[in-house]
């Protein structure tokens, strides 16, 4: 059960686009469709922004977009706006109906 | 609109019991998966547990396995996490989370847990 590897810190300008990525191994993020990404401001509940890889829930902007290659996932959010300024985890399901989450990303919009 | 209340955190001396509510509304709550997930101050979220929708399937990270124990009430709409022989490492915002297919879809917003003499 060892953490999903996420860069601790990205950032970016307004308008740029920023990519965040999530490793694991050949037993979670490579076994599984199953990765989802989290979005955290500070003080708040965490909140899903994409599931199933590369799916949005309703009410997320179309800004934000995931994808995976083998053990790695990641978040792509293009037009970098202030309030994108949080803090974003990746999980994924590792089998025997469990989750992993990453260490964690801070995001800066500068 | 989905709602999950937790309650029951608080100052706790080592070696000490806490138990952990999660009232939830606005969905049927028999019918879906729960979670339990921890923060410690200033750090990243921690999956500690699961159940199943009707309580006959649980699931423990490593790091608590044989001192907590998740339970639910169909009945009353509320999810359990009962903590024994806490231990300073388990201080933590714990946050109750509905599951669906794989996934945590909806957070609450937490309750702290802080384990100190």
């Known amino acids: 059960q060892s953490a999903l590897t996420q860069p601790a810190s990205v950032s970016g300008s307004p308008g740029q686009s920023i990519t965040i990525s999530c490793t694991g191994t050949?037993?979670?993020?490579?076994?599984?469709?199953?990765v989802s990404w989290y979005q955290q401001h500070p003080g708040k509940a965490p909140k899903l922004m994409i599931y199933d890889v590369s799916k949005r829930p309703s009410g997320v902007s179309n800004r934000f977009s995931g994808s995976k290659s083998g053990n790695t996932a990641s978040l792509t959010i293009s037009g970098l706006q202030a309030e994108d300024e949080a803090d974003y985890y990746c999980s994924s399901y590792t089998g025997s109906s469990t989750l992993v989450f990453g260490g964690g990303t801070k995001l800066t919009v500068l | 609109e989905v709602q999950l209340v937790e309650s029951g955190g608080g100052l706790v001396q080592p070696g000490g019991s806490l138990r952990l509510s999660c009232a939830a509304s606005?969905?049927?709550?028999?019918?879906?998966?729960m979670h339990w997930v921890r923060q410690a101050p200033g750090k990243g979220l921690v999956w500690v547990s699961r159940?199943?929708?009707?309580?006959?399937?649980?699931s423990y990270a490593d790091s608590v396995k044989g001192r907590f124990t998740i339970s639910r009430d169909n009945a009353k709409n509320t999810l359990y996490l009962q903590m024994n022989s806490l231990r300073a490492e388990d201080t933590a915002v714990y946050y109750c989370a509905r599951g669906q297919s794989n996934r945590i879809d909806y957070w609450g917003q937490g309750t702290l847990v802080t384990v100190s003499s």
């Open positions: 050949s037993s979670d993020v490579g076994a599984y469709n199953y």
């Open positions: 159940i199943n929708s009707d309580g006959s399937s649980t």
């Open positions: 606005g969905f049927t709550f028999s019918s879906y998966w």
